[in-house]
T-cell receptor, first 115, second 117 residues
Framework: GNSVTQMEGPVTLSEEAFLTINCTYT??????LFWYVQYPGEGLQLLLK?????DKGSNKGFEATYRKETTSFHLEKGSVQVSDSAVYFC??????????????FGRGTSLIVHP | EAGVAQSPRYKIIEKRQSVAFWCNPI?????LYWYQQILGQGPKLLIQ????????DSQLPKDRFSAERLKGVDSTLKIQPAKLEDSAVYLC???????????????FGSGTRLTVV
């Protein structure tokens, strides 16, 4: 079946540091890939997405590239801010999953940014 | 555009009691999802609706959980009787249709935090 594996957290960084959160996946077909962010006490918000190989999703300074050869979708940001502190979820939605397109989420990676 | 509305935000009940959660998706969104998010884990799908029909409920513990979306708009998720392990955040999400989520992502509500004591 489909699955998403994320690096364990928490990831603790100082402000303006470079961020990488690793995400790898397994899927039956050719999935779309997503990063969601969850701030404390809130629901998940879509951060960025990529729908095919070599696509780069970007938003708010975050980027992730769909790498089919390594089945990866690592999240990066060049300079993090305290306000980026949140839990980040990698997810996939696989059209081959019986036609229901149900998204599968990773366990989440907590990011803590210190001033 | 208004987001996905959920209520209540918090609920504390004793084990063996019943509880219900309500969700109103984004207007015009045909597909609605209920997820269970246990602390420290990613969301796990419980049930998926397309309009007023169930698309997938394979991971819904049907002996105690039920959900309905009678008019194809808002939805209710019920637990009866609750167990301690049901303590979690219950998230509702919606998308324009089955493929809309793949193309544009899913919109989530803020969730209901359930504590069973």
């Amino acid at each position: 079946g489909n699955s998403v594996t994320q690096m364990e957290g928490p990831v603790t960084l100082s402000e303006e540091a470079f961020l990488t959160i690793n995400c790898t996946y397994t899927a039956t077909g050719y999935p779309s890939l997503f990063w969601y962010v969850q701030y404390p006490g809130e629901g998940l918000q879509l951060l960025l997405k990529a729908t095919k190989a070599d696509d780069k999703g970007s938003n708010k300074g975050f980027e992730a590239t769909y790498r089919k050869e390594t089945t990866s979708f690592h999240l990066e940001k060049g300079s993090v801010q305290v306000s980026d502190s949140a839990v980040y979820f990698c997810a996939l939605s696989d059209p081959a999953s019986g036609g229901s397109y149900i998204p599968t989420f990773g366990r989440g990676t907590s990011l803590i940014v210190h001033p | 555009e208004a987001g996905v509305a959920q209520s209540p935000r918090y609920k504390i009940i004793e084990k063996r009691q019943s509880v219900a959660f309500w969700c109103n998706p984004i207007s015009g969104h045909a597909t609605l999802y209920w997820y269970q998010q246990i602390l420290g884990q990613g969301p796990k799908l419980l049930i998926q609706f397309q309009n007023n029909g169930v698309v997938d409920d394979s991971q819904l513990p049907k002996d105690r959980f039920s959900a309905e979306r009678l008019k194809g708009v808002d939805s209710t998720l019920k637990i009866q009787p609750a167990k301690l392990e049901d303590s979690a955040v219950y998230l509702c999400a919606s998308s324009f249709d089955l493929t809309g989520g793949v193309i544009a992502g899913y919109t989530f509500g803020s969730g209901t935090r359930l504590t069973v004591v």
